[in-house]
């Protein structure tokens, strides 16, 4: 195999990889449809806001918690 081969073998298994990871990374969170179907909700509203809640230790994130629009919305730092 020439080198020009081996190096688009290598590209190939770097993108395996990678999505690999990325599945991983995706399926570890419990509610990912659920936080993308309210980020999608800023179509109509302009805007949307999730909070990352991070696993034991900080390795990856577990679940993307929706954050209420009033909160972005109100006048002053108690709604007044």
Same mark, same amino acid.
């Given at each position: 195999?020439?080198? /020009?081969?081996?190096?688009?073998? %290598? !590209?190939?298994?770097? !993108?395996?990889?990678?999505?690999?990871?990325?599945? %991983?990374?995706? %399926?570890?969170? *419990?509610?990912?449809? *659920?936080?993308?179907?309210?980020?999608?909700?800023?179509?109509?509203?302009?805007?949307?806001?999730? *909070?990352?809640?991070?696993? /034991?230790?900080?390795?990856?994130?577990? !679940?993307?918690?929706?954050? /209420?629009?009033?909160?972005?919305?109100?006048?002053?730092?108690?709604? *007044?």
């Amino acid at each position: 195999m020439g080198r /020009e081969a081996r190096g688009v073998a %290598d !590209r190939h298994g770097a !993108r395996l990889r990678a999505g690999g990871f990325l599945r %991983d990374q995706y %399926d570890r969170v *419990e509610n990912l449809r *659920e936080a993308v179907a309210f980020l999608a909700s800023a179509t109509f509203r302009g805007f949307a806001h999730v *909070e990352k809640h991070y696993a /034991e230790g900080g390795r990856g994130i577990v !679940r993307l918690e929706p954050v /209420e629009q009033w909160f972005w919305c109100r006048s002053g730092m108690f709604g *007044e």
